[in-house]
């Protein structure tokens, strides 16, 4: 009887990127807020829209959902994404 081992290692080839600069200020900027499908995130994001739009001059808030939370992020919701100067994840419950 022959035995077989499996080697679970990847050989795909690690992408290294450069860090985005942190923003200074979100005034004048366009945030997105993603909803994570969890129970009260809806307020909790819209609270977040309230006070970001008037405590730090945010000029767009961007809508985002995940369908739940235990999913990641869906491709089309990830490119619109791109839109957004910064993006906020709303973990309800």
């Known amino acids: 009887m ?3 081992v499996l080697d679970p290692t990847s050989e795909e080839a ?3 990127r450069q860090s985005t600069a ?3 200020s979100l ?3 366009t945030v997105g807020l993603l909803d994570n499908g969890k129970l009260r995130v809806h307020e909790l994001l819209n609270h977040m829209e309230t006070l970001l739009r ?5 000029a767009e808030v961007l809508r985002f ?4 939370a235990s999913r990641p992020v869906p491709t089309e919701v990830l490119a619109a994404m791109h839109a ?3 993006v906020i994840s709303g973990v309800g419950d």
Do not use: Q, S, W
């Not at 008037?54 to 945010?58: A, F, I, M, P, R």
């Not at 959902?65 to 739940?68: E, H, L, N, Y």
């Open 2 to 4: 022959a035995i077989c």
């Open 14 to 16: 690690v992408v290294t």
């Open 54 to 58: 008037t405590e730090h001059g945010v």
């Open 65 to 68: 959902k995940k369908p739940d």
């Open 27 to 29: 005034a004048g900027r």
């Open 84 to 86: 957004c100067d910064a």
């Open 22 to 24: 942190r923003l200074t």
